[in-house]
């Protein structure tokens, strides 16, 4: 849905608002489409995706680009993420786009040892959504802007798109 994706990649950048001196991060990152948007404004962005395919398709999309300031590691989000933020990284912003069964518990205590005071949750499962949501929420991140995305013309599913803020940021 060429129309549809167009909105959702909009709305995600500007929910994710980065800027030029910020690091962002694009977990379960795939082909690093969002990972390039990030990059033209961002001063770092590390995608992390387990499919090697897509990792390699990342990397020739990065060069294809331009993009120097971007970087994909292979490996899963709920290993590569808590690896990354006990070595020091501190990333401004980050996106998680999981599949459908969402992060894994793994991820979503290392978002919160990252002090990333913001995170932009793409989902296409309400239910994974609500449950992750909780466990940030009780952690201390709260909802600020909720964008829908009707992907699926004609059926039940929908992508949403969830901008979370740190209460104390």
């Known amino acids: 849905n060429p129309a549809q994706t167009e909105r959702l990649y909009a709305a995600a950048l500007a929910f994710a608002d980065v800027q030029p001196h910020q690091k962002a991060l694009d977990l379960y990152c795939g082909i ?12 770092r962005v590390i995608g992390i995706e387990n499919v090697a395919e897509a990792v390699e398709d990342a990397r020739q999309n990065a060069r294809d680009n331009g993009l120097s300031n971007v970087e994909f590691l292979c490996e899963a989000t709920e290993e590569a993420l808590p690896k990354l933020v006990a070595g020091g990284l501190r990333p401004d912003v980050i996106v998680a786009d999981p599949p459908r069964k969402g992060c894994g518990e793994a991820a979503l205590a290392a978002i919160l040892a990252s002090g990333a005071p913001r995170l932009l949750y793409i989902s296409c499962d309400p239910a994974t959504l609500a ?5 940030l929420a009780q952690a201390g991140f709260g909802v600020q802007r909720v964008q829908p995305v009707d992907m699926f013309p004609h059926t039940a599913h929908i992508e949403t798109i969830m901008l979370l803020q740190r209460e104390n940021s």
């Open 131 to 135: 449950r992750d949501c909780r466990f």
């Open 32 to 43: 690093g489409t969002i990972s390039l948007l990030l990059a033209r404004r961002a001063k």
